[in-house]
Structure formats: structure tokens, C-alpha cells
């Protein structure tokens, strides 16, 4: 946890390498001071095919997934300082855009909640 996921049509991966992009997304969620370093994964999926309004060529979207607890001033900081640092690779995308959603700490579950040996249910547990 957190889980940032980028969503990008086939052409961004001919102005950036897909490690630069995610890095990128890596380094400015670790920069924000939310999440243990070791806890953040970012992924990068193309798209070849998509529509998009009038005139517009392309498109990196990241959807970022995370546990509840931060408030939304920390979610809608976390999402326009990922936006800035991608504007700096990419200044003349069509669409380039964020957004933060939750998880339910309730309804969450990993290999290592379930671990019976980890009677404090920590979900770090035995990582």
C-alpha cells in the first residue's frame, strides 16, 4: 500500500521510458512523506486504442490507491504534486491528470493479516 497505477496511451512510452515515468511517480509519493518507502508500487499500462476529444493526441491518467487515514488536504496535495512532476516530462500532453481514492482499512486484506502467527494483525507482517 499505496498502489499508483498509470494509465497512458502507447505514444507516452515513445517520449519516456516507462522506468522514468514511474520513478517519477515513486519519488514524489515518497517525497510527500505519507508512506513507508518500501510500501509504495506503481504500475504503467499502455493503451493502443482509445478515443479522445477534438484535437487531443494522448494521455497519462494515475489512479492512486490508498489506505484511509490521510485527509483530503494531504490527498489533493498527493495528487497535484504528482500531476507538476509529470508536467515537467510531458508539457505538451492532451490529458494529464490524478486522482486518490481509498481503501477500507475494514474490508482490506493481505497474505499477511491472514498469517495466523500474526496475532497483532499487522499487515507489514513477516515482509
Known amino acids: 500500500m499505496p498502489h499508483f497505477i498509470i494509465d ?3 505514444d507516452i512510452l515513445q517520449q519516456k521510458k516507462p522506468d522514468e515515468i514511474m520513478d517519477t511517480v515513486y519519488k514524489t ?3 510527500t512523506g505519507l508512506f513507508a518507502p518500501n510500501d509504495i508500487k506503481v504500475r504503467l499500462q499502455t493503451y493502443q486504442y482509445y478515443q479522445l476529444g477534438n484535437n487531443k493526441n494522448n494521455f497519462l491518467h494515475v489512479f492512486g490507491h490508498i489506505m484511509e487515514g490521510r485527509n483530503t488536504e494531504q490527498k489533493a496535495d498527493l495528487s497535484k504534486q ?8 510531458f508539457p505538451d500532453i492532451s490529458f494529464l491528470s490524478a486522482n486518490i481514492n481509498e481503501f477500507e482499512a475494514a474490508t482490506y486484506s493481505n497474505k499477511a493479516l491472514i498469517n495466523s502467527d500474526n496475532i497483532n494483525k499487522d499487515r507489514h507482517f513477516g515482509l
Not at 82 to 89: F, N, Q, S
Open 8 to 10: 497512458c496511451s502507447q
Open 29 to 31: 509519493a515518497e517525497s
Open 82 to 89: 504528482i500531476v507538476a512532476e509529470l508536467t515537467k516530462l
